[in-house]
């Protein structure tokens, strides 16, 4: 009995150490040791959406300064590595309704160019031409009808919270080469 013990504890070791392959996101980092300043300079807005790059600069800044490793500026002047990035579009479109039909749900999707440079080699380190984002959000209109322009102004927090996943996502993506 106390062999079969013993070895169960034995094979919990074995299989608990052996692990599955997966880590943690940001815990690493492929980006040259030698990069330390990036700049990040506001973003391209290619949409008819007001203040959307504004938002989208300044969250992707903070979740670079948040990784604690680089110091951010707002140029590519005197960076190791520069941030080019654009909105090309932004679509709402509603995907559920009252009882009344008027919309109550939309999903919001974002879609921007991105493109991570090393300066001293002037090299693409990381791009992604058509990088997406979808969420879903409610909101009810009297109207019934809610545009995007409408959906930033009126729903602050709903893109708030769009535009940190955007920011996580990109900067997870250069900094672990995703």
Known sequence: ???????????????GSAGCGYALAGRGSFLPTDIRVVGIPQLVNRTTYFDVETILTQKIRNEFIGRGKYRVVPEATGADAVLNAEITSITLSPVAFTSTQLASRYQFVLTMKVDFVDTRVNKSLWANDALSFTGEYDLTSTAGDVNASTFVDQQRSSFDRIATDVARTVVTAIVEAF
């Open 1 to 15: 009995m106390v062999q079969r013990v013993l070895l169960v504890l034995i094979l919990a070791a074995a299989l």
